[in-house]
Every structure is written in structure tokens, then in C-alpha cells.
């Protein structure tokens, strides 16, 4: 998953409360009489299926004091990029820290998978806050608020575990991983001040997520389940880790416990998106549908439309993903998943003019390797005058980012492996695609491996790792692609067809690049 992966419950990222406050609030929201009755997945699918079947009849400045010069003009160039994305308005920041932790795992999938280009695909998904308790404010601006509130309450645990969790998110939100460290320090000294406390544990679940150390996401989520069984948090990040971790089974075992003991949005669209792994598309919308129509907060609506948006774009359903981005955007225009995705979708519809400019608008305030890379991969499409210059220009911006992220201490291997093996070194993609997949057995790191060993001409040793990427019937077209491809080179035509005829029939514009080239591959199979 990846990193599809969330961005208001967050994948995802919507609006909140100031950070601006003395005292976070560590436990979740209590509903009302008023609020509308939680409702399981479970019991939203099994209604679902009940219809289903009637149917049928800037602290900006600051935050990078720490990042040197090297004279790389790579470097350089993100900077630019970083500082000219504080000058828009970003996503939100919910104070409290408890809503902060839900789903702040950058890089965690939790409502889809998609990657456009060549097919490089990983997962995306809610990477993003919990969007219970959301309302106006600028994330810059909340989190200098606090800096002053707690040069005056230097004893505030709370503060300061909510200044780590905003750090987080100003890093996500803005791909700046300068961030980081101070996030460590703030959540470090949330922990001083008061050993054990849930909401900086829960903060070091989100920056061990943000940095993909997913191991350690897992054991801080389970050290505050030990303490409170229903952190709704804990579970939600406990499912995320296992995901990200490649462990499925337990995952759906997770979703179920989460589901059973705190149904609410950050667990539906985990719930939903652990189906969707295992190929039920169908019981993922249904839910991701039943929290939709559930969902209050502008920053609730924008995620799970956001996340309705992406699985249908997923499965080639060009005009429901527009409908929900729509949505979505209705609700928050500034919500960036849906305006990536709204981009996608236009260019798998030939748009191509409104995809880049809205990719464009997506790249300047959310500089990181994903769009960049399918920014790059739309100049290479239209093939303009220009165009290749500006293709290799955003990935070069991916390479320094990943330079960046490392001197920051993020695992950034699986977004090396991805963006190099078509668009750099491809020894550096293999080198990297072994690492991610030392690390953990996802059908992202799988389908990464298996395209980096292609690339490097190792098509016999990349077959297994194919297979294994589509094995637990994720419909993901990127997958079938590579899938295909690698199927050809080792002489089973059949399969490569059946294959890369799925990929097509699955998502025809999966990628501008990767779709031309299936398409291309599948006619010289025949």
C-alpha cells in the first residue's frame, strides 16, 4: 500500500481545529443523541448486500534550519518547489492530537491503489488526519500559534505531542521531511514531561509511519492498545502497519476487531480497503458508500468521496471517480487527492490539456515523487516541443526528493524503485526494490521488484514476483501490465495476452505511458 497511500480521515487529509490550544483532547469525539448512529461495516455491508440482492430482482523558515547545502541543484530545485507550496493554502490541521494520530501514516494505504505511469504503481491512500473534529485555520499559522503557547507552558505534554503530530502532517502535506526531526523532539519531550501518554505514543506511531518504519508504527500502536483497547487511533494505525507490512490476514483481523469496537469513518475506509486487497471491490465501495452517506464534516465528505473517486478510477469507472471528485471537492476544493485524481482521470478520458494543468496545480503545493512523476509522464504523452525537457525536469525533482527524504531518515526505497526503473538508474531501482522487499511482503513491493528486475533484463527471476503482486486478486492494472510484459519476455505468450488484455479491459488509462505500451505489447502477442 503506500503509500494510497493517506490524506479528514482523514488517504486523507481535510480540515480541522487550531492547533492553537492548550490542552489537547486525548480521548475520540463522544456522539450525541444527535450525531448520526455509528454503524459497522459489517452491518453496512450485509445491509448492502440486502439491496444489492432487492436491485437485482509557516514555521516554514524555521523548519528548515537544519537542511544543509550540498550544491545539488536537484536539491535546490525542491526547495523551491517546498517554499513556493507554503505560499498556498494547505490542508488543515485537527488540534486535537487523538484525531491527528488516526490516520496520519504517510505512505499507509487504506482506500486504493493507483500509480499512474509505465504502470508504476503503489499504493495510496489515507495518509492523512482523521476528519472528525475539523474546522478552519492554516496549518503554518496553527503551528506557530502553538510554538508561542508553548514557549509560555514549556510543561504542556500535550502541546507538545500535538506539535509533533503537526509536524508530521506539515511534512506530509507539504513533502518536506525537514519536518521530521522536529517532529522527534517535540514527541520526545512530550514523553519527558509525562512518561506514557497516549497522545505522544500516538505521535510516534505517525512519525514512525511517515517514515516508513512500519515495524515500528506496529509496536507503539499496540503499546497503547495494551493501555486502551478502544484508541480508536491505535487500531486504525494497527491496521495500516500490518498492510503496510504485507500482513493480510492478520490486517483483516484487525479491521474486524477495529470495525466491532469503534465503527466510524477512519475504520470504514480501513475496512473497506482491506477488502479491496483481496480483490472484493464490491464490499469496499459499499462500505466506503455507507460512511459517505453517513459522513458530516466537509472534511469527512471530502476523504471518503475522495476515496469512492479513486477505487472507481481504480477499476476503469471514469465517470463515477469524476462524480466523486467532485464531490469531494464540493466539500473542500483544496482537497489534493481529488484534484490528483480528478487530473488522472481526465487524462485517461485524453484530456490531456486539463490533466496537466491541473497536475501542474497538484505538483506545486504537493511536491512529491508520485505526482511528479505522473506530471512528468503526461509532458512525455503530448510530446510537444519542451515537453521531454519539462518530463525530465520533474524527474529530477523526484530524485532530489528522495535524496532529501534519506538525509531525514525516511525510507524512501519503494519510491526509488518505482521512479528509476523507467525514468533513471536502474540499478539504483533494483538495489532499492530489494531493500523495500527485505523489509516487508506487500503486492506494492512485489510488483516494484518484479519491474526492477525486468528492467535489468532478469524477466525469469522477476516472474514470481508478478505473480505474487496479483496473487491475492488486488485489481490493480499497472500490476497486470507488468505482469504482462514480464509473462512475454519469458516466452508464455497465453498468459502475457490474458494478462495485459485484464490490465486493458480493467483501467484502459491506467497510465498515459504504461496503457500505450500495453496496448502496444498485447498487439505484437498476437
Known amino acids: 500500500m503506500s503509500p494510497r497511500t493517506n490524506e479528514s480521515t482523514p488517504e486523507g487529509e481535510p480540515g480541522e481545529r ?9 480521548a475520540p469525539p463522544v456522539r450525541t443523541a444527535q450525531d448520526p448512529p455509528a454503524r459497522s461495516a459489517a452491518r453496512a455491508r450485509a445491509a448492502a448486500a440486502d439491496r444489492g440482492k432487492q436491485d437485482a430482482g509557516d514555521s516554514g523558515d524555521q523548519g528548515h534550519a537544519g537542511v544543509t547545502s550540498d550544491g545539488d541543484e536537484r536539491v535546490a ?13 494547505t490542508v488543515q490541521l485537527v488540534a486535537c492530537a487523538a484525531s491527528l494520530a488516526v490516520a496520519l501514516t504517510a505512505g499507509a494505504v487504506v482506500v ?45 505534554f500535550g502541546g507538545w505531542a500535538t506539535l509533533g503530530l503537526a509536524y508530521v502532517e506539515q511534512a506530509r502535506t507539504k ?41 515500528g508504527a506496529l509496536r507503539y500502536a499496540d503499546t497503547v492498545l495494551d493501555e486502551n483497547p478502544y484508541s480508536e487511533r491505535a487500531l486504525s494505525s494497527r491496521i495500516d502497519a500490518l498492510v503496510e507490512l504485507g500482513r493480510y490476514a492478520e490486517a483483516s483481523k484487525a479491521a474486524d476487531l477495529a470495525d466491532s469496537r469503534r465503527p466510524g469513518v477512519p475504520v470504514f475506509t480501513r475496512y473497506a480497503y482491506v477488502h479491496e486487497l483481496r480483490g472484493d471491490v464490491r464490499t469496499a465501495r459499499r462500505v466506503l458508500e455507507q460512511a459517505l452517506a453517513t459522513a458530516t464534516s466537509r472534511g469527512d465528505i471530502s ?46 478520458l485524453g484530456d490531456q490539456a486539463a490533466a496537466i494543468k491541473g497536475m501542474e496545480q497538484v505538483v506545486a503545493r504537493y511536491p512529491l515523487p508520485q505526482p511528479l512523476v505522473e506530471l512528468g509522464e503526461l509532458y512525455e504523452a503530448r510530446g510537444e516541443p519542451g515537453d521531454a525537457r519539462k518530463a525530465h525536469a520533474q524527474y529530477a525533482l523526484v530524485d532530489a526528493w528522495i535524496a532529501l527524504a534519506h538525509s531525514y531518515g525516511v525510507d524512501a526505497d519503494l519510491d526509488t524503485a518505482l521512479a528509476a526503473a523507467d525514468h533513471g538508474d536502474r540499478g539504483a531501482a533494483l538495489k532499492a526494490a530489494r ?6 511482503h506487500t503486492v506494492h513491493t512485489a510488483d516494484a521488484l518484479a519491474w526492477a528486475l525486468h528492467v535489468n533484463g532478469r ?50 488509462g491506467f497510465s498515459p505511458l504504461g496503457a500505450r505500451a500495453a496496448r502496444k505489447a498485447l498487439e505484437e502477442t498476437k
Not at 482523521?130 to 499559522?141: C, E, I, R, V
Not at 479513486?310 to 467532485?326: E, R, V
Not at 503482486?469 to 519469458?490: K, P, Q
Open 18 to 26: 487550531s492547533v492553537a490550544t492548550t490542552e489537547p483532547d486525548p
Open 112 to 156: 486504493g491503489a493507483v500509480r499512474g505511469g509505465s504502470g508504476a504503481a503503489a499504493a495510496t491512500a489515507p495518509s492523512a488526519v482523521s476528519p472528525q473534529l475539523l474546522a478552519g485555520g492554516d496549518l503554518d499559522t496553527s503551528i506557530t500559534a502553538l510554538q508561542a503557547h508553548l514557549r509560555s507552558q514549556p510543561k504542556d
Open 77 to 89: 530545485a525542491v526547495r523551491r518547489v517546498s517554499a513556493a507550496a507554503r505560499r498556498w493554502r
Open 303 to 348: 476523504y471518503v468521496a475522495g476515496a469512492l473517486g479513486q477505487l472507481a478510477w481504480n477499476q476503469g469507472q471514469y465517470k463515477d471517480a469524476l462524480t466523486f471528485y467532485a464531490r469531494a471537492l464540493a466539500a473542500d476544493d483544496t482537497y489534493l487527492p481529488a484534484l490528483e485524481g480528478r487530473a488522472r482521470t481526465q487524462a485517461a
Open 459 to 508: 524477466d525469469t527471476e522477476a516472474l514470481p514476483y508478478a505473480r505474487r503482486a496479483t496473487a491475492t486478486g488486488y485489481r490493480n492494472a499497472s500490476f497486470l501490465y507488468h505482469r504482462g510484459v514480464i509473462e512475454r519476455a519469458t516466452g508464455h505468450g497465453k498468459e502475457a495476452r490474458a494478462s495485459l488484455r485484464a490490465a486493458l479491459d480493467l483501467n484502459a
Open 175 to 215: 513533502g518536506d521531511p525537514s519536518r521530521y526531526p522536529q517532529a522527534q523532539q517535540a514527541l520526545d519531550r512530550s514523553l519527558k514531561l509525562r512518561p506514557g501518554n497516549e497522545s505522544a505514543l500516538a505521535g510516534r506511531a505517525a512519525l514512525a509511519a511517515a517514515r516508513h518504519d512500519f515495524t
Open 435 to 440: 531493500d523495500e522487499w527485505a523489509r516487508r
